[in-house]
């Protein structure tokens, strides 16, 4: 009864505004942040900071839209997704763990984040998005991304490798790997390449390590796939 609980949650977690959820910032048009409040204060004390771990929510967003959620759902994750490949524009193509928004609301990491872990959060919400919408934006900015590791964070011998910095040039890798690169971020790559019929989110729940579920009609009713 998974499902069951998802959609019960999914109205309990989300009962707020969202613009009391996150800001909106000036660069590149109006591009949503995924902050955190100083906790008792107003909705404008945020911390200036986004972690690439946040990235999933444009695709939960977009898959409760897609589920019957009101249609603003969808029109944030869209927005929200934006800041999360942003995050991606350095030299090597990968982004840092962290970044932070400056006065003049310019994206940058310090030297303690400029790390990578190759992790799966951005092209999970690629892959949701790309299913619900069919936008081609979404396919080619999952190709942007495989493409930066393959030139980056691929060693001709051994394989891939997390990266200890991604604002250089020349790739400085960890020289280990993390499981979920191979579990969740190369899974998600592939099904946003791959015809819709493989893993229909009409008939599979995605747990967050990227195991689909078969859903049980029985539970839950939902759109199904034309």
Same mark, same amino acid.
């Given at each position: ?80 997704? =934006? ?55 979404? =396919? ?87």
């Amino acid at each position: 009864h998974v499902i069951t609980l998802l959609r019960i949650t999914w109205y309990a977690f989300y009962p707020a505004p969202w613009h009391e959820l996150l800001m909106l910032l000036p660069y590149s048009g109006s591009l949503g942040m995924l902050s955190t409040r100083h906790p008792g204060t107003s909705y404008s004390c945020y911390y200036p900071t986004q972690d690439h771990l946040v990235c999933f929510l444009p695709g939960t967003l977009a898959l409760g839209a897609h589920f019957g959620a009101p249609s603003w759902h969808l029109t944030l994750a869209e927005d929200l997704v =934006r800041c999360c490949v942003a995050m991606y524009h350095t030299e090597s193509g990968l982004p840092p763990e962290i970044v932070k928004f400056n006065e003049k609301s310019k994206l940058y990491s310090s030297s303690a984040d400029e790390f990578s872990l190759l992790r799966p959060e951005t092209v999970e919400s690629l892959f949701v998005l790309w299913r619900v919408t069919h936008k081609p934006k979404y =396919r080619a900015w999952a190709w942007d991304i495989y493409s930066a590791m393959e030139r980056s964070a691929k060693h001709p011998t051994y394989g891939f490798s997390s990266m200890e910095k991604v604002k250089s040039k020349k790739p400085v890798r960890k020289g280990h790997l993390e499981s979920f690169f191979l579990a969740e971020t190369l899974k998600y790559l592939y099904l946003i390449l791959a015809p819709d019929d493989i893993i229909p989110l009409e008939r599979y729940v995605f747990n967050t390590e990227a195991h689909p579920f078969p859903i049980d009609t029985k539970f839950f009713s939902r759109p199904q796939p034309s």
